[in-house]
């Protein structure tokens, strides 16, 4: 405590940022209960899709991207405790022997001394040494949190649009074998002669450009599957997803207050613990102005043999301590200490802009996901409406009421309303997705204060 009172440089206060009292696009939303978590650390496991949460388990232990965050985490954590163990002392063991000649004849010796070097921490330099690496490693973990935030986030927005893509194979899959139905309906009445070639040949063409469709997605479905092996850090040739149909399960996503960002987006965290480095570097540079205090001391002996020096009791020792200052340094200390407040001013922009980002992308995904709501309660509409447009042309064209291209037309509406309505779908699984990343993906910031300084 003594040593913290007296340290040099400014003490650290977070930077502060408006991040206004409630989001402007969240009115009328599921708020979140005061206090309560915004989501388990097991985010996806709300999409209940048991094939989801195995490959996110995977990806968790084997992503490569998430491993080298890991070991640059383990990174600042080494680099801490070398910083935090300036505050003991070095204590050193040296042995030597020689023979030499002299005018009393050729001797022996043997010299061996132990040594303890201490320095005293007056003016809080390595007590700010420490809270900057401290403060890295925070920052380092909360990368580890952001990085696996955005590989899950990642992976679930993969996988959720091979899913769509299997339903829409299954679509056109049954766009086909109805199309295979009009060609054969058409075929007999081309045959009964109360039919034009004409029908055929378009129902025909409607047929194979479904089947194209239908292929064509295949194309799409492997470069996901194949990106998902990489993520889950499996070769692409050795994984597979088999095509299912698809239950959606969107799940309900609490939204609380702005300022709850600060805590629970792992990259606003990082860059608040960077603002906090930074800052102690300040008092780190400011350090050079004043000498260091170095207590260092020294027992030995000297004796003729090995084992002399092992029985003889020590012969000397030595204690005292060093005072070193720079007096003239060219102004080497004074743009140090310049460079290190510029540094925590291009920290405190940084940390400001990633808040304002995160509040940018939250505001972006609650917008999009209530557009995209509304929008597929009409889409919904516009599916029923087109389906009963259809039957009731099929039933004219039958009743000889109406001719094909009237079929075809209809056709072509019901099936670009069963396409949108399937896009739609997919485009709000994935903002569900972003928004849960925006907001953090349950992640918090209390982790980080289970290291104390020591």
């Not at 680099?79 to 002392?89: G, I, N, V």
């Not at 960077?274 to 260092?296: C, E, K």
């Not at 027992?299 to 009791?313: E, R």
């Amino acid at each position: 405590m003594l040593l913290a009172a007296c340290a040099v440089g400014p003490d650290y206060v977070v930077p502060q940022q408006d991040t206004g009292v409630s989001f402007k696009s969240a009115q009328g939303w599921v708020q979140a209960r005061p206090g309560a978590p915004l989501a388990s650390d097991s985010w996806w496991q709300r999409y209940q899709d048991p094939l989801l949460n195995e490959l996110v388990g995977r990806l968790n232990v084997s992503n490569q991207t998430l491993a080298q965050a890991v070991a640059r985490y383990d990174q600042a954590v080494a680099a801490t405790a070398q910083s935090r163990s300036s505050f003991f002392p070095t204590t050193g063991f040296s042995l030597s022997g020689d023979r030499a000649k002299s005018a009393a004849g050729i001797g022996n010796s043997v010299n061996g001394s132990v040594s303890l070097q201490w320095e005293a921490d007056l003016w809080g330099k390595l007590r700010r040494q420490y809270e900057s690496s401290r403060s890295d490693e925070q920052a380092s973990r909360a990368d580890v949190a952001a990085a696996r935030l955005s590989m899950q986030s990642t992976l679930a927005q993969q996988y959720f649009a091979l899913r769509m893509l299997d339903e829409r194979k299954r679509l056109l899959q049954a766009n086909v074998r109805a199309y295979e139905r009009s060609v054969q309906i058409n075929q007999n009445r081309y045959d009964q002669g109360v039919a034009a070639r004409a029908d055929v040949v378009s129902a025909q063409a409607q047929l194979e450009s479904a089947r194209a469709s239908a292929i064509a997605i295949e194309a799409d479905r492997n470069v996901l599957e194949h990106a998902i092996a990489v993520l889950i850090g499996q070769p692409p040739a050795s994984f597979a997803i088999e095509a299912t149909a698809y239950d959606v399960q969107f799940p309900s996503i609490p939204v609380d207050m702005p300022s709850t960002l600060l805590l629970r987006r792992p990259d606003i965290v990082a860059a608040e613990r960077r603002v906090a480095a930074a800052n102690a570097q300040i008092g780190v540079a400011q350090s050079a102005w004043f000498p260091d205090l170095t207590l260092g001391g020294s027992v030995g002996n000297t004796t003729a043999t090995l084992a002399q020096w092992l029985a003889s009791p020590l012969q000397f020792w030595s204690l005292g301590p060093a005072l070193a200052m720079t007096v003239l340094d060219g102004g080497a200390r004074a743009g140090a200490v310049d460079a290190s407040r510029a540094s925590y001013r291009a920290e405190v922009a940084t940390y400001r802009q990633t808040v304002l980002t995160g509040l940018q992308e939250v505001e972006d995904a609650i917008s999009t996901l209530r557009v995209l709501e509304r929008q597929q309660a009409a889409q919904m509409r516009a599916l029923t409406a087109a389906r009963q447009s259809l039957a009731i042309t099929q039933n004219q064209y039958l009743a000889g009421l109406v001719d094909y291209l009237s079929v075809v037309q209809v056709q072509s509406t019901a099936y670009s309303a069963e396409q949108t309505a399937l896009q739609l779908e997919s485009q709000r699984l994935q903002a569900s997705v972003q928004l849960i990343a925006a907001l953090g993906g349950g992640w918090d910031k209390q982790a980080l204060q289970a290291r104390t300084a020591p």
